[in-house]
């Protein structure tokens, strides 16, 4: 044997002695057993999203009942009512205007006047606190008599503006001109006026006493209507020498 030979012979035997690499496969983890768990998990969360989502829907139309309680919607008002709501306002400010000012008609007044004097409104001459007192009494009345219709607060205060305007072109026309002091005095300081009078009047309503229940009535009178049915018709009653109102008003 020669040299070579021998070292083939070496060379075999120490590949021979090597080790054998094993490629290693990684264990795959162990999640079957685990999917039944987690899909009972997933299972529980979605039930208790659908019971946060019904327990968020509940407070929700809580909270809207309740708005709606202490801020009801306004009623939806046929044309006919509004107009009937104004025309019994309208008659009551002609009647008052004939018993207070039949001396002032009667030196004063005119058709001529009444068809004029709207196209030429001025201000007036009365003195401030004059023109405070009464125009916030009547616009008091104005606002606490819509108010007894069911009208909200806003339209309360729209409506004393209309009636004030119409007292104003359509009934102290007569002897006047139309105010621009009153137009703005009467439904905005009535309404401030009437707003704390129905308050008050509420009070003293809800106590359990006589001469309270008798206070509350004379700050709001109206409150006597709220609970009946009430028509009004009235007709101006105008001759020579005089000018006058027939007024009718059940309830």
Do not use: C
């Amino acid at each position: 044997m020669n040299l070579l030979g021998i070292s083939l012979i070496i060379f075999t035997i120490t590949l021979s002695t090597q080790p054998i690499a094993v490629a290693q496969v990684p264990q795959a983890p162990l999640v079957a057993s685990q999917l039944p768990q987690h899909l009972q998990e997933l299972e529980e969360l979605k039930a208790r999203q659908k019971e946060l989502e019904s327990q968020i829907a509940n407070e929700v139309e809580e909270l809207r009942q309740l708005q709606q309680k202490l801020y009801p919607p306004p009623p939806q008002r046929s044309a006919s009512e509004l107009a009937i709501n104004f025309g019994m306002m309208y008659g009551a400010q002609w009647t008052v205007y004939l018993l207070t000012q039949h001396e002032t008609i009667k030196e004063h007044g005119s058709w001529d006047n009444f068809l004029s004097y709207p196209l030429r409104p001025d201000f007036d001459k009365d003195s401030f606190d004059y023109n405070i007192v009464k125009h916030a009494l009547s616009g008091n009345y104005y606002y606490l008599f819509y108010r007894s219709r069911g009208y909200t607060e806003v339209e309360a205060f729209q409506w004393t503006v209309l009636s004030s305007l119409a007292f104003e072109f359509a009934i102290e026309s007569f002897t006047e001109r139309p105010s621009f002091q009153d137009m703005y005095q009467t439904p905005i300081y009535g309404t401030l006026l009437g707003m704390g009078a129905e308050r008050a009047s509420r009070y003293f309503l809800e106590r359990e006493s006589r001469v309270a229940h008798v206070v509350g009535y004379i700050l709001n009178p109206f409150e006597l209507l709220k609970s009946h049915d009430s028509k009004m018709t009235s007709m101006p009653l105008i001759n020579n020498d005089s000018v006058g109102m027939m007024v009718s008003w059940g309830f």
